[in-house]
C-alpha cells in the first residue's frame, strides 16, 4: 500500500464475503414457491409456451420446452452431484459458446455459468428449458475474448473460445437438460483418489474465476475443494514440533500437497477481496507445514504489507527472497519492503525530532543568522557615536582648562 491511501478495510468478518450461491438461495426458494403456486391450475400446453421471470428482476428468463418427472415433486439441491447438457449462444445469434453433454457438475458450485447453474435447481429429472441470462449471470463485467480459456468443470487445460468477443453487455440463449442427480457422498466414504480429483477440478474453475477477477466465486471453489480435501481419521496429521510432517503414503502425501496448493490459492483470492484476516491465517496453514514455501513467504508479505504491519512484512519478503532468489517477483517484493522501510525510518527520525526539539536549532526554529540585522547594526553605529562624541566632549573640556 503505498502512502496516502485510505484506511485499510479487512472484509474478512463481511456479510458480503460469503457463498454468493448462498446469497441468491432465498430468492431461488421464492422462485421456486411462485412457480408452484403459478403452475397449480396451467396445463402442460400452458407449462411449455412461457417464459418464467426466475427471479423476478427480468435478468435470468426460463421457458420449459420439455416436462420432467413431477410425481414426486423432487428436485435437486446444493452440493447434489448432477448430470446435465447444456448448449451456451451468444443472445439471437448461432454462435455457440460452450456446449457439453453429459457433464457432472456439484450444483451450487458456480461449476458452470451462474446462470445455468441456479436455473437448474428449478428443474425436475429429465426436464429440457431454454434460457434469458443478462450478463450478470453469464461472463460479467469482464465478457469474454477469442483465445481466452473457457475454464470448462473437470478440464484442468479448458479449451480456449474461438468465437466473437462478448462484451460487458452481451446477453446469453442457453438450452439445459437434466438428466438425473444424487446427493454428495461423505467424503469420509470417497477413496483418496477420487477426493483429489474432486479437489484439482474445484480448485482448477476457482482459478478461472480468480483469473477473472472474481475473488469472492474463487474463495467459493477454494473452499469446497478444501471440503474434499479435509484430513480424515488415521490420515494426514499436524506437523510435528520441528515441522516435518509424519511418515504418510505417497497418496494421502499427494492429498496434503493438493491442500496446501489450495490454502495458498485461496490466499491470494482473499487478500484481493480484502479479506486480510482470513488470508494470513490460510497463508499460515501452508507455512506451518513449508516454512520455506516462497509463494506461500510472498503472499504472506504481501498480506502483511496491506494490513499494515510493515517491519513482518519485511521480514517474510526476506524468507522468500532466499527461498526464490531468482525469481523476480520476491526480489521486488524485497525491493519495495526495504523502501518503505527506508520511508517509514525517515518519517519516525523527523516525528523524534518534532517531539523532543533539537538542541543544535534555535528555539524558534530558525536557522541561526549567519551575519548581524540591520537593526542590529544601526543600534550598535548609535552607541558608538555617542560614545565617540562624549569622549570628543571630555577632551574639549581639558584643552580649554588647560588654555586657561
Known amino acids: 500500500m503505498s502512502e496516502g491511501e485510505g484506511t485499510l478495510v479487512d472484509k474478512s468478518e463481511s456479510s458480503s464475503f460469503e457463498d454468493l450461491a448462498a446469497a441468491a ?19 402442460e400446453e400452458t407449462k411449455t409456451d412461457e417464459w418464467q421471470d426466475v427471479l423476478g428482476s427480468g435478468a435470468l428468463l426460463k421457458k420449459i420446452i420439455k416436462l420432467g418427472d413431477e410425481s414426486k415433486g423432487l428436485r435437486p439441491h446444493r452440493s ?3 448430470r446435465i447438457s447444456y448448449e451456451v449462444k451468444i443472445k439471437d445469434t448461432d454462435h455457440i459458446v460452450e456446449k457439453r453433454d453429459q457433464v457432472k457438475i456439484y450444483l451450487g458450485d458456480n461449476e458452470i455459468l451462474q446462470g445455468l447453474d441456479l436455473a437448474v435447481t428449478l428443474m425436475y429429472k429429465g426436464e429440457e428449458c431454454l434460457l434469458q441470462m443478462a450478463p450478470r449471470f453469464g461472463f460479467g463485467e469482464n465478457g469474454l475474448k477469442p483465445g481466452e480459456s473457457l475454464g470448462l468443470v473437470g478440464e484442468l487445460d479448458a479449451p480456449k473460445y474461438e468465437g466473437p468477443v462478448i462484451g460487458p453487455d452481451t446477453w446469453l440463449d442457453a438450452r439445459v437438460e437434466l438428466h438425473d442427480w444424487d446427493e454428495e457422498p461423505d467424503h469420509e466414504t470417497v477413496s483418496i483418489a477420487e477426493r483429489m480429483e474432486i479437489g484439482v477440478r474445484r480448485r482448477a474453475r476457482g482459478n478461472w474465476w480468480y483469473g477473472r477477477g472474481e475473488a469472492q466465486l474463487a474463495v467459493q471453489l477454494y473452499r469446497r475443494a478444501l471440503d474434499a480435501l479435509d484430513e480424515s481419521e488415521g490420515g494426514i496429521t499436524d506437523p510435528t514440533p520441528t515441522g516435518d510432517l509424519a511418515p504418510t503414503s505417497d497418496a494421502l502425501q499427494a492429498l496434503l500437497d493438493e491442500r496446501l496448493r489450495v490454502h495458498n490459492n485461496m490466499a491470494a483470492a482473499q487478500l484481493k477481496a480484502g479479506a486480510y484476516e482470513a488470508a494470513l491465517q490460510a497463508v499460515t496453514r501452508v507455512l506451518s507445514c513449508q516454512p520455506k514455501n516462497a509463494k506461500a513467504l510472498y503472499r504472506k508479505s504481501r ?23 531468482e525469481d523476480s517477483g520476491t526480489r521486488k517484493e524485497l525491493q519495495r519492503c526495504e523502501q518503505r522501510a527506508t520511508r517509514d525510518r525517515s518519517v519516525e527520525r523527523r516525528l523524534a525530532k518534532r517531539m523532543l526539539g533539537n538542541p543544535a536549532q534555535p528555539k524558534n526554529g530558525g536557522e541561526p543568522d549567519k551575519k548581524p540585522s540591520r537593526a542590529k547594526m544601526l543600534m550598535w553605529g548609535s552607541l558608538l557615536l555617542s560614545l565617540l562624541v562624549g569622549v570628543a566632549s571630555v577632551l574639549v573640556y581639558r584643552y580649554k582648562i588647560q588654555a586657561h
Open 25 to 43: 438461495a432465498h430468492e431461488i426458494e421464492e422462485a421456486k414457491l411462485a412457480e408452484a403456486a403459478a403452475s397449480k391450475d396451467k396445463s
Open 80 to 82: 447434489d452431484i448432477c
Open 303 to 325: 498480506i502483511l504489507s496491506a494490513m499494515g504491519r510493515n517491519s513482518e512484512a519485511l521480514e517474510a519478503a526476506r524468507a522468500a527472497a532466499a527461498a526464490a532468489p
